[in-house]
């Protein structure tokens, strides 16, 4: 064996540069699905090299408006000479990332293609074959790994069989294999921390413009727990995680808050969670421990919560443990959309109750919305039009219906046309996509450009919202914002909808070079 008899093998888990347009949003955070990895792999006696190639370099922007975050692929091809790993897993959590994925898969293979070439994360999980189909590309692992990664290892370090690890997809006599994932981890806790500082989490403390989070300081992703026990149907969390909802203890999530704080300083949190609130009993208790432990943070919940399992008591504790903002995954203002074609099971009342709550409690409140699934009409988005205006939301996000192969929502339009066969492919798979903003699905009521003005007309009234409510308390804090804000909605009464949408178009593109 190449690596020889005497050391463990040499795993490389690398986070890989990538482009993508300004518009894409996309913030640089720290790895936290390899850095569980890092642990596992350590713990089952690994020589493990964590490589962040996004952060490793500082963002730069080409003339057709992308910007590439991180290292270019010679240099990338410099650490890997160097590093001299035995195997290589790359983490592809966007299917936009694919593109990059290969690039340095490909790197890697021109340097000497024996290193084996290992791909996770939630784009293997929801299209292993596809993947695996790759040349540069030797193995898929399908959903979390921090189990059958050190099984894999084990395995193909012996040349045993491979049919016997869960979730992998892999090649043999010239076909793609795909052993089922089975086996999800019931004790979160038994996985230990993730390992900050073989990525050197010290790096992503105090990013800047470029970095998710809340901007305050020094920041830090946590997630305490897996899955989610909703059924949204554009959501493809159980392909990735598993249809059962599992959680760390509120006694272990603390310990990490604990350690992240004293240890390095944290002193701002993003939970992570699919569902960080579900669970009350615990999720008061977590409040409570950092209250009582005089521990200084504030906290925000970037995935979104299920407006459902909020309450006034929950709002309360979240404020005094630093809540700053929640991200109220609304979806829809209109009870049909939301309750019978999105199965979220949330009234009007609920939104505005939480909404009011959470106000009241001095946190700040965003909101999610997602349109353009099959049902959609001009009447249910003036609905949501009217729970945006009424609620005054600090800040909005409005994401187009995406079908992710293996949702209910995609097996929905594939089986009445409403998409291509390969509209995945060719629409998000790419370094040009903005995932979950670009229109994909056209019905025989609306079409890709009828989305665009659906989220145009909402971007509207949220920027009337902002206008009417305390426009001079606004202006203080960001003026840029309500002068754009005030531009954005005289363009609209002034040019009308159609109009004002190509305007903003343009002015985009501008920006964009």
Known sequence: MRYGIFRPMRTLLLNPAFRAPKQAGFGLSFPLGL????????????????LDAAIEAPPTTSSDGTTHYGLTENQLRNRIIKIKPDLVGISCFFSSRFPAVLKSAQVIKNIDRAIPIIVGGAHPSIMPERVCANQAIDFAMIGE???????????????GDLRKIDGLAFKQD??????????YENNLEELSFPDWDTFGLEKYLNLKKDRWGLGYGRYAPVITSRSCPYNCNFCSVHKVM???????????????????????????????DD???????RFIEICKRIIESGIKIKWHTPNGVHVGSLDHEMIGWAKKAGCDSLNLAIESGDEYMRNKVIKKGISTKKIYDVTRFCRKAGIKVNAYF??????ETDESIDNTRKLIRDLHFENISIFSATPIPGTRLYEECLAKGYIKPDAFDTEF???QA?????????????????????????ANAYNISLLMNRPILRLKQNPRMIVAAAAKVFLFLILGENRSLKVIDYIRRIKNK
């Open 434 to 458: 903005t995932i979950f903003t670009q229109p994909v699905i056209e019905t025989p009521h609306f079409d890709k450009y009828k989305t665009r003005k659906w989220a145009h007309r909402l």
């Open 242 to 272: 598993g249809s059962k909802y599992r959680v760390r203890s509120a006694a272990h999530v603390f310990r990490e808050i604990e350690l992240l704080a004293t240890r390095y300083g944290v002193n701002e949190v993003s939970f992570e």
């Open 275 to 281: 569902n960080l609130t579900y669970d009350k009993t």
């Open 429 to 431: 798979i790419s370094e």
């Open 174 to 183: 010239g076909k793609i294999i795909i052993n089922a994932k089975t086996r």
């Open 145 to 159: 790994s921090e189990r059958s990664f050190p099984d894999f290892i084990n395995v193909h370090e012996q040349g």
């Open 370 to 375: 997602v349109i353009g699934m099959p049902g």
């Open 35 to 50: 850095a569980y990895l890092a642990t596992a792999l350590k713990n089952a006696g690994h020589d493990v090299i964590g």
